[in-house]
Each structure stands twice: as structure tokens, then as C-alpha cells.
């Protein structure tokens, strides 16, 4: 039987597409952070003057409301929540090369590829990625900040809290599932690269893919 030949550098350029992939859009993921903070703030002011001075500020497991809170305190604990959320995200972002002593405390999937002392172009487009990936965890738990307190700050102007659970437990799990696939993209995106490296380096030793078996050692190739 005919072996597979497997895609050479060539192939890569040839057809159009990056090897490496694109990189990071850092830019876009801030630009999402401010509207999610723009968001927030808008949607405290424009509520801050139609909320009864006392909300809802615990559920029991029946979702009945058993505490209260003052607007100011709510409307502030969520403004706070959102802008803090956001900045240690970001700045946790762009202090990781230095807090992780150039990589050296870091553990990612292929560590040996992307954290090689010898080949510096790697290591900065993997903090790059973590850096976009930190602040899209910040943006998207954001979002799901103002969508919570959207539907906290309807009920109490409504007075209606019945409906706290149907509308909580649903965005929560839709939330939850999101960071479960941005989790998976993240361990994805370390792994898939040294991969198509190495069957790269083992297509121009003239292999195939009925003998390759990923040595970890041609990660350093």
C-alpha cells in the first residue's frame, strides 16, 4: 500500500495558509474590555436612578430573596466587581514573563517547545497567547457580570423575584460551558503546534504517517 506523504513547509506556503497560525488579536480582546466596561457602567447609571433604595442581595435554594442591600453598596460591589475583573486580567497578562521568571514556574502542554531558553521567538508568541487568552477570560467574565445584574436590577425594579433561578442557572451553565471551551482551546492551541511541527520536521526526513509516532524529542528540532 501507497504511504501517505505527509505536508512538507512548502505545502504550508503554497497553499496559502500560516504554519504558525495568526497571531493573537490583543487588540480586539481590549477593544471587547472596554465595551464590556462601558456596558457596565451605562447600565449602573441608567438603573441607579430607577432602583427602589433596597435590593435583592441573596437568594435561598428556592430562590426566595432572604437578604437586602442598599442600591449604592450593589450598584458599586458591580461596578468594582467588573473593573477589577477586568485590570488584574490584563495586567496579570502583561506581568506573567516576569512573574514567571521568563517561563520557568509556568506549565503548559509542550512546555518543552514552547519554554526552550533557545528558541526565544516561541516563547513570546506563547505568553502572547496568554496574554490574549487572559484577557478574554476578564472580557468574558465581565460579560457575564452585566448579564447577572441585568436581570438582578430588572427584578427589583419589576419587584418580581420569582423568577431569579430560570434565568440565573441557564446563564450561569451557558457561562461555564464557555470557559470549558476556552480551557480546551487554550490546551489545544499549545499542543497543536509542536505537533505539526514535528510531522513537518519528520516529512522532510522522508516519513510518513503510518511510522510517525510524535517522539517528543523532535519538538526540539
Known amino acids: 500500500m501507497e504511504s501517505t506523504r505527509l505536508k512538507s513547509r512548502g505545502d504550508y506556503e503554497e497553499g496559502g495558509s500560516s504554519l504558525f497560525g495568526k497571531p493573537p488579536g490583543l487588540v480586539a480582546v481590549l477593544i471587547g474590555n472596554a ?31 432572604d437578604a437586602y442591600r442598599s442600591k449604592a453598596f450593589m450598584v458599586g460591589i ?9 485590570a488584574l486580567f490584563i495586567l496579570l497578562g502583561h506581568l506573567l514573563p516576569s512573574c514567571s521568571g521568563g517561563g520557568a514556574a509556568l506549565q503548559v502542554p509542550a512546555r518543552e517547545y514552547w519554554l526552550n531558553p533557545a528558541f526565544p521567538e516561541r516563547q ?15 472580557m468574558t467574565f465581565g460579560a457575564y457580570l452585566v448579564l447577572f445584574f441585568a436581570i438582578v ?42 505537533i505539526k511541527e514535528a510531522l513537518i520536521n519528520y516529512a522532510e526526513m522522508g516519513g510518513s504517517y503510518e511510522t510517525f509516532s510524535t517522539p517528543s524529542r523532535i519538538y526540539y528540532q
Open 35 to 65: 465595551v464590556v466596561l462601558v456596558a457596565a457602567v451605562v447600565q449602573g447609571a441608567v438603573y441607579y436612578s430607577m432602583l427602589p433604595d433596597e435590593l435583592p442581595a441573596h437568594f435561598d435554594w428556592q430562590g426566595k430573596v
Open 124 to 138: 513570546e508568541r506563547a505568553f502572547a497567547y496568554l496574554k490574549f487568552w487572559l484577557m478574554g477570560f476578564g
Open 78 to 86: 458591580y461596578l468594582a466587581a467588573v473593573i477589577l475583573a477586568q
Open 153 to 194: 436590577f430588572h427584578m427589583a425594579y419589576t419587584g418580581d423575584h420569582s423568577g431569579f433561578f430560570w434565568f440565573f442557572w441557564p446563564l450561569t451553565i451557558a457561562y461555564l460551558v464557555l470557559v470549558a471551551f476556552g480551557v480546551y482551546s487554550l490546551y489545544s492551541h499549545f499542543l497543536n503546534e509542536p
